[in-house]
C-alpha cells in the first residue's frame, strides 16, 4: 500500500474493478467509477514502437477491449469502504471517461459523443436510452479520454478532447477540433472551442474559490526523462497553448 503522511491512512475502498478510469463524487456521496479502455481504433502495430507499446499494454492488462460500464459505490456508514455496488450504467457506453450530474441528467463523456441519460442520486440503476447531446471526434483516436466538467452554474459544460497524435505527424486535417477545451450547450448541444493548442487535456476542473476552469495537459512523448512532460494551467477563453507548434 501506498505510504502515507503522519496523521493519514491509505486504505483500499473498493477493489475488483476493470480499469477503473474516472471518479464523479455525487451529492449525496455516492462514488461513480468510469470502467473504460481504448476503443481500439488507434492502430499502434507495424512499427518498432508500436509492438513495444502493445507489448507493454498487454502487460498491464490493457488493449483487450473496453468494459463500458459505470459502477456506483456507496460507503453509508463512512469507514472508508465502500460496502455496496451496483452497475449503474452498462449499455450505450463507447469508451466513457468524464462524467458530470446537472438538471436530473447524468452526462456521460464517451470517446465519440457527449451523452446524457435521466438520473436523480441515489438511484442504484439507469436503464433508460440515452440522448445525444453532440458528436465529439473520433474514429482514428490516438487520444481517446474526453474529460468533462460542469461550470459552476450548471449552464455550461467543458469538454477536453486529446490531440490524434504526438506531435502533429498524421497531418493537421486530423486534429480539426481537437487538442482542445469545447463548451458545450447541455440543452442544444451547440458548442465552440474554447481554447486550442491543448495536446491532451486529461484533468479539467473549476477552482471553487473563483470560478476558473484549470486544466492538467499531458505533453510530448519520447523527449527522454529528464524533463517535466506535463502541466497544469489556468484555461482562459480564446488562447491557444501551443501545441504542436511549440513545446
Avoid: C
Avoid at 456507496?74 to 469508451?95: I, K, P, T
Avoid at 447524468?106 to 438511484?123: D, E, R
Avoid at 502533429?168 to 493548442?197: F, Q, V
Wanted: cysteine-free.
Amino acid at each position: 500500500m501506498p505510504v502515507a503522511a503522519k496523521g493519514l491512512a491509505v486504505n483500499e475502498f473498493a477493489g475488483g474493478l476493470d480499469h477503473p478510469r474516472y471518479l464523479l463524487t455525487l451529492a449525496n456521496g455516492d462514488l461513480l467509477v468510469a470502467e473504460s479502455d481504448s476503443p481500439g481504433t488507434d492502430k499502434t502495430g507495424g512499427t518498432i514502437k508500436g509492438t513495444i507499446q502493445k507489448m507493454l499494454m498487454k502487460m498491464a492488462k490493457s488493449g483487450k477491449g473496453s468494459p463500458n460500464r459505470i459502477m456506483l459505490l456507496r460507503d453509508a456508514d463512512g469507514d472508508g469502504v465502500a460496502e455496496a455496488r451496483s452497475v449503474l450504467l452498462d449499455h450505450e457506453l463507447h469508451s466513457p471517461f468524464g462524467m458530470a450530474v446537472i438538471g436530473g441528467e447524468l452526462f456521460v463523456a464517451n470517446a465519440n459523443a457527449l451523452v446524457a441519460f435521466p438520473f436523480t442520486a441515489g438511484q442504484p440503476t439507469i436503464t433508460a436510452k440515452p440522448r445525444v447531446v453532440t458528436e465529439l471526434p473520433s474514429g482514428y483516436n490516438h487520444h481517446w479520454t474526453k474529460s468533462l466538467v460542469a461550470s459552476p452554474d450548471g449552464r455550461i459544460l467543458y469538454v477536453g478532447i486529446g490531440s490524434n497524435s504526438n506531435v502533429g505527424e498524421n497531418g493537421l486535417e486530423m486534429e480539426k477540433g481537437r487538442a482542445a477545451i469545447w463548451k458545450i450547450d447541455p440543452t442544444s448541444g451547440a458548442y465552440a472551442i474554447m481554447a486550442g493548442g491543448l495536446r491532451n487535456p486529461v484533468g479539467i476542473a473549476f477552482n471553487p474559490a473563483g470560478d476558473a476552469l484549470w486544466a492538467v495537459v499531458n505533453e510530448r512523448d519520447e523527449l527522454g526523462n529528464d524533463l517535466v512532460p506535463d502541466y497544469l494551467t489556468l484555461v482562459k477563453q480564446g488562447a491557444f497553448y501551443g501545441w504542436p507548434f511549440s513545446y
